[in-house]
């Protein structure tokens, strides 16, 4: 029923957003001299369509816009330092609210800021240190990039700590230690981070870290990967935490990438369970629990991915209402990454009111 229904708009939204594909440039590196330091340049965009029902239940909306557009430098200023910074200006183009909240249904206007800025200290396998802004390690969906989902977009909660610590996307300001020992078998992520600094900065500092296990291949990049379409062995069992004065934040996942012979090429599979208590220190964050489970079987050579993802989270407080959400649909990867276009339908449930049903078509340009 949902895809019928909404199977004339998803189709046009999606000829919209093919129809301007162009193979993508070579990548733009910048070396000095001596080859000792470079400088590469990339870009992330994601143009998205939307259907959703309203609210109150009455209608839909439909939104053509720029999930995200970002721009990308990074490379090396010597042997063992690197760097990364980039910009984001999200739901570009996009009318946000209801009716209540924008009556006169303004569309996003846009506003550049700065996603990530952090500069790397490289040792080796078992020593690196962070600096600058970053994401806050946690749970696995919360540190994955938006640039290699497996979905269209993150679990509805994964991020849930991110606006009433005032932060964007779960980034902080911080330096981090990080390091793959035991010949890349364990992963160990520690930090101190600004948090919620309050009059003349006088709280304490926020300190957050994880470990994972990977009895075959790990995952070394600073952010995790979404998914390499079943082309790698990987199994990844971590647990984080997330702390700043009676604030409290844990989380227990697992990531499952598996090849396999025959017409499905792999499989990818993740679970993320996490636990949020504000405390007195962010009462805006009530106690609460979440789950995130999301799979794909890739088939045809990797090139075409049927996935669904499932998100829920509950209160401890009875009288918060439920919320849960699902999506299903298939990744069509052009190039990977770099090129793929992805539709999901699903329902969003928020208990006592409306059921939703979303749509959503994404075209992904990524070089980096």
Known sequence: MIVVRYAGTAALAALLLVAPVRPAAAQWQIDSKDGKTNIKIGFLAQPQAE????????????????????????????????????????????????????????????????????????????????????LVPLGRNHNQSAATLLPIDYGAYSCTESAPMGAKASRDYGVQARGYPFGQHLEYRVGVFAGVRGPEARHSLRVAGRAVWYPFTADTGFFYAGTYQGTKRMVGLGAGFDTQDDY??????????????????????????????GGAFLPNLPRQSSILVEAGVHLLKGKLTPLAQYTRRTFDNAQTPEQSAWQAGVAYWMAGHQRNVKVTAGRLHTDGEPDRTQ???????FYF
């Open 248 to 277: 409290h934040a844990y989380a227990v996942d697992a990531f499952l990438e598996q090849p396999l012979k025959g017409p499905i090429q792999g499989l990818t599979a993740q679970v993320n369970w996490m636990r949020f208590d």
């Open 51 to 134: 259907v959703i029902d309203t609210p109150d239940g009455t209608g839909q909306s439909t939104n053509i816009y720029l999930r995200r557009i970002r721009i990308m430098f990074g490379g090396k200023v010597a042997e063992k330092w690197t760097y990364f910074f980039e910009t984001d200006s999200p739901n570009l183009g996009k009318v946000l609210g209801d009716k209540t909240s924008n009556p006169n249904g303004a569309r996003e206007a846009g506003g550049i800021y700065i996603q990530d800025a952090y500069v790397t200290y490289n040792e080796g396998d078992l020593f690196k240190l962070d600096t600058g802004m970053m």
């Open 359 to 365: 749509v959503l078509v994404q075209l992904q340009l």
